[in-house]
């Protein structure tokens, strides 16, 4: 596709809920980044894919948080047992490679998930 | 660790006006510098990067920023503001041993026609 794409855009759960959130980076990138934006804050790190693998899972903020990209493109966020305090905005970004002028990340709209 | 300082959440100017947002960012080693805007209701863009060589960066719309590696700071500046510039921008850092971005917490601007 032309860019990042997320959906769905808006996700209202109740606590307690699991929910997906799905990203389908640029054609022909390798390399996929998840991101939380809260409100008032900038984007937080919280997962980076090389290929199908997660390079680095540092900041997934606990274990209710999971992320895969089984074939290498598009990519799923999961979180168990929602919390209020999970609300936000969660922003998928990918790039060409990962060294030099590859390494340029473009971002998706978001998915607004909302926590009740 | 990584840490990005945007001392100005709030800006606002009026049209024609210059613009200079402030970024400082905390990292002992080699680093890549990004500015990206997101416009109301929009994704976030990148404005410009800064890699190596020419610590004064040109990019989209008018935008430049300078690297100044003694200050630890990636100053973003434009001449003269549109009312179309209305947005928020984010000053963003990635150490070359890492890939994931370390983002500031961002500056709104509002530009008065």
């Known amino acids: 596709g032309a860019g990042v794409s997320q959906t769905p855009s808006n996700k209202v759960t109740e606590k307690g809920k699991y929910v997906e959130l799905r990203c389908d980076p640029i054609?022909?990138?390798?390399?996929l980044y998840w991101y939380r934006q809260s409100l008032g804050q900038g984007p937080e790190f919280l997962i980076y894919?090389?290929?199908?693998?997660?390079?680095?899972d540092s900041g997934l903020p606990n274990d209710r948080f999971f992320a895969v990209r089984p074939e290498g493109s598009v990519s799923t966020l999961k979180i168990q047992r929602t919390e209020r305090g999970d609300s936000a905005v969660y922003l998928c970004a990918s790039s060409q490679g990962t060294s030099g002028s590859q390494n340029i990340q473009y971002f998706g709209a978001g998915t607004r998930l909302s926590v009740l | 660790a990584q840490s990005v300082s945007q001392h100005n959440h709030h800006v606002i100017l009026s049209e024609a006006a210059s613009l200079e947002l402030g970024c400082n960012y905390s990292?002992?080693?080699?680093?890549?510098l990004f500015w990206y805007v997101q416009y109301p209701g929009q994704h976030l863009q990148l404005l410009l990067k800064?890699?190596?060589?020419?610590?004064l960066v040109k990019g989209i719309k008018g935008f430049e920023a300078e690297f100044i590696k003694s200050k630890f700071s990636f100053n973003l500046r434009k001449p003269s503001v549109q009312w179309s510039d209305t947005a928020e921008y984010f000053c963003?850092?990635?150490?070359?041993?890492?890939?994931?971005?370390?983002f500031g917490t961002g500056t709104r601007l509002l530009v008065s026609p």
């Open positions: 894919f090389q290929g199908t693998g997660a390079a680095d």
């Open positions: 990292y002992g080693g080699t680093v890549n």
């Open positions: 054609s022909g990138h390798t390399a």
């Open positions: 800064y890699f190596s060589g020419d610590p």
């Open positions: 963003a850092v990635k150490g070359l041993s890492f890939q994931k971005l370390v």
